[in-house]
């Protein structure tokens, strides 16, 4: 589910919005949380990582340029969309690394652009799109723990739920994020999820939910390389 912030002044105009974006997410299956801002003031306020972020920049006391400058001090990597009745602030969208604009009244054709854009820019870190049981669905990469061959296709085990998905290791390791490796011919884990390592003549990594695998001779120095090279990354 993605988690999608709202923050315009005008309730009015926060309504139409939701109402296009739900509309457009519905056409790519995707379910959408939102949370809604009033101000700048009170977005600054919320602590949650947003997936991505709808911001008026006509706004009272503090505008939505203001408002993403100051999310991007903080270390925000937050996707931006600007909204504005007028296109004559480019040069502040590319400073605070703006996504795209849409322009106020909203078009639908704008806004599916937008959302076209969005999903291309994070579909690819945060989630996964599979087909268990015949239904196409999302998951989150990040509750991904590990993934293993099964009779033909692969099962996907995550924090909460085991799905099947008919997609070979080499197809689906190219759609996944950086925190995962694959450490033998039938299985990819995910970084994130390492409870301990054995670094023997042979190598095992113990993952945390007790699933304890075993790396290929071929690919124990590229893996140990990958997990250290990884964790210093995630560090600065």
Same mark, same amino acid.
């Given at each position: 589910?993605?988690?999608?912030?709202? &923050?315009?002044?005008?309730?009015?105009?926060?309504?139409?919005?939701?109402? *296009?974006?739900?509309?457009?997410? +519905? #056409?790519? #299956?995707?379910?959408?949380?939102?949370?809604?801002?009033?101000?700048?003031?009170?977005?600054?306020?919320?602590? @949650?990582? *947003?997936?991505?972020?709808?911001?008026? %920049?006509?706004?009272?006391?503090?505008?939505?340029?203001?408002? +993403? /400058?100051?999310? !991007? =001090?903080?270390?925000?990597?937050?996707?931006?969309?600007?909204?504005?009745?007028?296109?004559?602030?480019?040069?502040?969208?590319?400073?605070?690394? +703006? *996504?795209?604009?849409?322009?106020?009244?909203?078009?639908?054709?704008?806004?599916?652009?937008?959302?076209?854009? *969005?999903?291309?820019?994070?579909?690819?870190?945060?989630?996964?799109?599979?087909?268990?049981?015949?239904?196409?669905?999302?998951?989150?990469?990040?509750?991904?723990?590990?993934? &293993?061959?099964?009779?033909?296709?692969?099962?996907?085990?995550?924090?909460?739920? @085991?799905?099947?998905?008919?997609?070979?290791?080499? =197809?689906?390791?190219?759609?996944?994020?950086? +925190?995962?490796?694959?450490?033998?011919?039938? @299985?990819?884990?995910?970084?994130?999820?390492?409870?301990?390592?054995?670094?023997? #003549?042979?190598? /095992?990594? #113990?993952?945390?939910?007790?699933?304890?695998?075993?790396?290929?001779?071929?690919?124990? !120095?590229?893996?140990?390389?990958?997990? %250290?090279?990884?964790?210093?990354? /995630?560090?600065?």
């Amino acid at each position: 589910m993605l988690k999608i912030g709202l &923050c315009d002044d005008e309730e009015i105009a926060r309504n139409s919005l939701k109402d *296009l974006l739900m509309a457009c997410f +519905a #056409k790519f #299956k995707i379910e959408v949380e939102f949370e809604e801002f009033e101000s700048a003031a009170s977005l600054l306020s919320y602590t @949650t990582e *947003l997936d991505a972020l709808l911001l008026d %920049i006509d706004m009272p006391s503090m505008d939505g340029f203001e408002a +993403a /400058q100051e999310l !991007r =001090k903080r270390g925000s990597k937050v996707e931006i969309i600007m909204a504005t009745g007028m296109g004559s602030r480019f040069k502040e969208a590319f400073d605070i690394k +703006a *996504l795209q604009f849409i322009t106020k009244p909203f078009d639908i054709k704008e806004v599916e652009h937008a959302v076209n854009l *969005l999903i291309k820019k994070i579909f690819p870190k945060k989630y996964l799109k599979i087909v268990h049981m015949r239904r196409e669905m999302v998951i989150s990469q990040n509750d991904i723990i590990s993934i &293993c061959t099964d009779y033909g296709g692969i099962q996907i085990h995550t924090v909460n739920n @085991t799905y099947s998905h008919y997609e070979s290791l080499e =197809k689906i390791i190219s759609r996944l994020n950086e +925190a995962f490796i694959c450490v033998n011919r039938t @299985t990819i884990l995910n970084i994130d999820y390492i409870a301990d390592i054995k670094n023997d #003549k042979e190598m /095992q990594i #113990k993952l945390i939910n007790g699933e304890v695998l075993s790396v290929s001779r071929r690919r124990k !120095r590229e893996v140990n390389e990958y997990i %250290i090279e990884y964790k210093l990354r /995630q560090q600065s």
